[in-house]
């Protein structure tokens, strides 16, 4: 048993005896114990919305080439590939897509550190990270619309799909108005008195509601 760091060799008797003779002979083997390899490490996400950033730290103890791989579960519309790291630098990062629509996708992550001198290894637990589908925030540019004394009603008709479910929307309207909704088509009414065209710039951010996911978009209105 090795009970410290560094390889432990010690020798080993071993004692023969013929049962029906009696005669006997005594013979050492040499055994020796290497250290043993502790494959840890940890990461961190700055964003589970895909594209989803990691950064891992190695930790491991006694590994001289070690491994990541990042194996993505059964994905409807084609699977993602398998994404290996082999002996990285000491904080290696990397990107980590879902081309689902609207389905986070879960990939498996397993991690082996080896000894290439002493042929030792160890598999670290596996363990799983979740990337969201991203959001994708997009309207039809409106055409441009007469307003009359009442004002013109602009509709404002989603392009985008791949939601990745219901999200809140944050609308500045450029005309001093803001109003929030649901990720679906909404209507506003502008009203230009003046004898030139009014351009204005619709700004929306929406926020995902089961996800955090973020997207910003901006929208060119003219009024006649």
Sequence with gaps: MNLGPGTFSTPTSVTATQIATGCDTTFTIPVTVYPKVEAKYTYQITDRCEPTVVELTNSSVNGTEFEW??????SPGGQPETVT???PTSKPTLSLINNRINDPLIYNIDFIATDTNTGCFHNAT?????VYPKLELAFNTPPGVCSGANGADVE???SSLGTGGPSTLQWDFGDG???TSTYTNISHTFLNLTN???VTSTKVH???NAT?????????????
């Design 69 to 74: 791989m990042f194996t993505p579960t059964s």
């Design 85 to 87: 790291i082999t002996n």
């Design 126 to 130: 596996t363990d799983e990270i979740t």
């Design 156 to 158: 404002f008709e989603r």
């Design 177 to 179: 108005n803001t109003k």
């Design 196 to 198: 030139t065209d009014f």
């Design 206 to 208: 929406a926020t995902q």
């Design 212 to 224: 955090g996911c973020v997207d910003s978009t901006e929208i060119e209105v003219r009024i006649h």
